[in-house]
């Protein structure tokens, strides 16, 4: 098991950047992958960007060239780096671990002002 505490959320206006944090209590080495995921009110809950153990990388294409993701195994922690934010960023973003099942942390409002 693993538990996942997300950080870095807030307001941002149009254009601005924000940066998340998703730290695990476990050591994230081994974990097959790790995401960044969103929900905004009233729409089902949407892949952001994942990062699997050996570094592959994949986003949604609303988000490519504007966020990245990335993990640091010593701090046992997952970022997205947020740019150019628009208002449609705005959702809840939550962290997400897959290894064998899936764990998620408890998310993180992201506000973007236009």
């Known amino acids: 098991q693993v538990q996942l505490v997300e950080s870095g959320g807030g307001l941002a206006e149009a254009g601005g950047s924000l940066r998340l944090s998703c730290t695990a209590s476990?050591?994230?080495?081994?974990?097959?992958?790790m995401g960044w995921f969103r929900q905004a009110p009233g729409k089902q809950r949407e892949s952001v960007a994942t990062?699997?153990?050996?570094?592959?990388?994949n986003y949604a294409d609303s988000v490519k060239g504007r966020f990245t993701i990335s993990r640091d195994n010593a701090k046992n922690t997952v970022y997205l780096q947020m740019n150019s934010l628009k208002p449609e960023d705005t959702a809840v973003y939550h962290c997400?671990?897959?290894?064998?099942?899936?764990?998620w942390g408890q998310g993180t409002q992201v506000t973007v002002s236009s």
């Open positions: 476990r050591s994230i080495f081994s974990i097959d992958a």
């Open positions: 990062i699997t153990s050996n570094g592959n990388t």
């Open positions: 997400n671990a897959h290894m064998g099942s899936y764990y």
